[in-house]
């Protein structure tokens, strides 16, 4: 918490004779690195990632690009609300199982609860890509696509939290992950993760989940949606995350495989052809 309380609280030393009027003080903290599995009912929702339960997370999603998001949940202290860090505390027990079917839970919220008082932060993936771009994403996406690209929505975002889950898993195992790609095995990726520490490296989680987005995507046959929906999600990022490498390599490694997949006409919209134009120029 921002003024230096422990969420733990304080405890009392009891070795000592009953006649001592000044008894120690010691710090309560609690730092368990070991991920559980989420629920199989919570896999495919954005709450998965993180529920908007703190008052100023809520507030500044309103913010109208995603560069001021992205800027301020580098500085964010998800403990400074002491009223939902209490409520959390209440229910962390159940916040902490394997497959815990918690209200509250999401991979944000479990963090919390396995990481007190001992200075470590959530990545900034679960709130920002994560959460932040499964929501906007979806809900302005969703509702223009054609019955195919629907489904591939919904199975793409799936993909996306299964493949995290194998990530985090095999952390727990040992010091590689390795996620595949059914579409095209040469899709899919090897990186080095030093065990327990995939949640605790911002840096290392960013790299990590931004890689299972292209399996993610081609897995949900990407590849087999028509021009219209290809039109819709090549044009739905922000623009400011365009200027993000990490966008760039996987639109690139998702659209040659789109190139490769199909063969478009002279009625290709104009909008598909700029981006796929431009995914091949990089390409080259």
């Avoid at 059914?182 to 990186?191: E, H």
């Avoid at 044009?235 to 400011?240: K, V």
């Avoid at 966008?247 to 789109?258: D, F, L, M, N, Y």
Wanted: with cysteine; proline share 6%; aromatic share 10%.
């Amino acid at each position: 918490m921002s003024n230096g309380e422990n969420p733990l609280g304080r405890g009392e030393a009891i070795h000592t004779p009953t006649s001592w009027r000044d008894r120690a003080q010691v710090q309560a903290s609690s730092c368990d690195k070991v991920v559980p599995p989420a629920a199989d009912s919570i896999i495919g929702q954005c709450v998965y990632y993180y529920r908007p339960i703190h008052g100023e997370y809520v507030n500044k999603t309103g913010a109208t690009t995603w560069e001021t998001v992205k800027a301020w949940l580098t500085t964010w202290n998800p403990w400074d609300d002491v009223e939902v860090v209490r409520k959390l505390l209440r229910n962390r027990d159940v916040l902490i199982q394997p497959s815990s079917d918690s209200p509250m839970w999401s991979r944000g919220t479990n963090f919390m609860m396995r990481h007190i008082g001992c200075g470590h932060q959530f990545p900034v993936y679960y709130m920002g890509y994560g959460y932040y771009y499964c929501s906007n994403y979806g809900a302005k996406l969703y509702p223009r696509l054609t019955k195919q690209g629907k489904d591939w929505l919904v199975n793409a975002r799936r993909n996306l939290q299964k493949n995290m889950e194998k990530g985090l898993e095999q952390n727990m195992r040992g010091n590689t992950i390795v996620i595949p790609c059914k579409f095209n095995k040469s899709r899919g990726f090897s990186i080095p993760a030093p065990r327990y520490e995939l949640e605790l490296d911002d840096k290392l989680f960013k790299n990590f989940a931004f890689r299972t987005h292209v399996p993610a995507y081609l897995d949900a046959d990407l590849a087999d949606l028509d021009t219209k929906d290809l039109a819709m999600i090549s044009g739905q990022p922000n623009i400011e995350e365009w200027a993000d490498k990490d966008t760039w390599k996987q639109a690139i490694v998702s659209g040659g495989e789109v190139v490769g997949r199909k063969t478009f006409g002279n009625d290709m919209p104009p909008l598909v052809r700029q981006v796929l134009d431009r995914l091949m120029e990089m390409l080259e």
